[in-house]
């Protein structure tokens, strides 16, 4: 895979464009109403030590994001008809220019070497469908903001993807199954996908929770390398209007996990990890 070499040599890392011109890498932000914590999220993007492509995208356009986007030189796509998480994911998906493709959540926060590590990972593996990092929690609470690098969902989730930095292993069926089989262990905004070996077609799974989970199990199934940084490299916002608090609420989140555990599981088996996965929700915004 030969790269066009086209601005910032860094490390031996080269940015730019391949040689159809098109970007190695986006950012494509998924804004959804005025969330306050939108600007944020695409300034972390704009200021990555190693530049990259960043577009936004929404199906609930306002001039709040408009005024956000236009401040950082964003591109801005709308998508008509109703707001949908996978509808809005698929159309950021096709939005992105890049070979590499981040869906980022608007309310979270990037560290400014994720796409650092994230082309060093890329050149040492170009066979890498799919790139993730360690993650640490924002909790919003009526104090203000608390930072948290350890928890027990954290901790779990850690142990799960211990065998991905078997890097010479990481492209077989096996060792990429074992991070998703008791559970989602990858952080979903902070997973970066190659275009070429995910497909068009990719975040068609049935689910609203557990899109990513059900789209990280069918990747694990097919041609391409999980490349995990156990590096906290972006933070992961936890606050009321969250999406995941809201999938809680209504029961969503339940009816997805124990779905997608009885597509791995027996019966038997799916009662005892829901078990654990339910006391979890305790713990919610540390998943």
Request: glycine residues 6%; hydrophobic residues 35%.
């Amino acid at each position: 895979m030969k790269i066009q070499k086209r601005g910032l040599l860094m490390s031996g890392i080269i940015t730019g464009a391949d040689k159809e011109g098109r970007p190695l890498h986006t950012f494509a932000v998924c804004a959804y109403k005025d969330s306050p914590y939108l600007e944020a999220c695409i300034r972390s993007l704009t200021e990555q030590q190693v530049k990259t492509d960043v577009i936004c995208c929404t199906s609930t356009p306002s001039p709040y994001i408009e005024k956000i986007t236009k401040k950082y030189a964003v591109p801005l796509y709308v998508r008509e008809g109703e707001s949908n998480i996978r509808e809005d994911w698929l159309f950021a998906w096709h939005k992105a220019g890049g070979r590499l493709v981040t869906i980022a959540h608007q309310d979270d926060v990037y560290r400014s070497d994720y796409t650092k590590e994230l082309y060093q990972a890329f050149a040492k593996y170009p066979d890498m469908s799919v790139f993730v990092s360690d993650y640490m929690t924002l909790k919003m609470t009526e104090r203000g903001m608390k930072t948290e690098c350890f928890n027990k969902v954290w901790l779990g989730k850690k142990i799960l993807r211990m065998p991905l930095r078997l890097k010479l292993l990481s492209g077989l069926r096996p060792v990429k199954r074992s991070s998703v089989i008791f559970g989602n262990s990858l952080c979903c905004p902070a997973c970066t996908y190659q275009k070429e070996l995910a497909g068009e077609e990719m975040f068609r799974s049935r689910y609203d929770f557990a899109l990513d989970w059900d789209n990280l199990y069918v990747l694990a199934g097919q041609k391409g390398r999980f490349i995990c940084v156990e590096k906290p490299l972006i933070a992961y916002r936890v606050h009321e209007g969250a999406t995941t608090k809201a999938c809680i609420e209504d029961n969503r989140r339940t009816k997805d996990e124990m779905a997608m555990f009885e597509k791995m599981w027996p019966g038997w088996l799916v009662k005892i990890l829901m078990h654990f996965y339910v006391k979890a929700y305790d713990e919610y915004g540390n998943s």
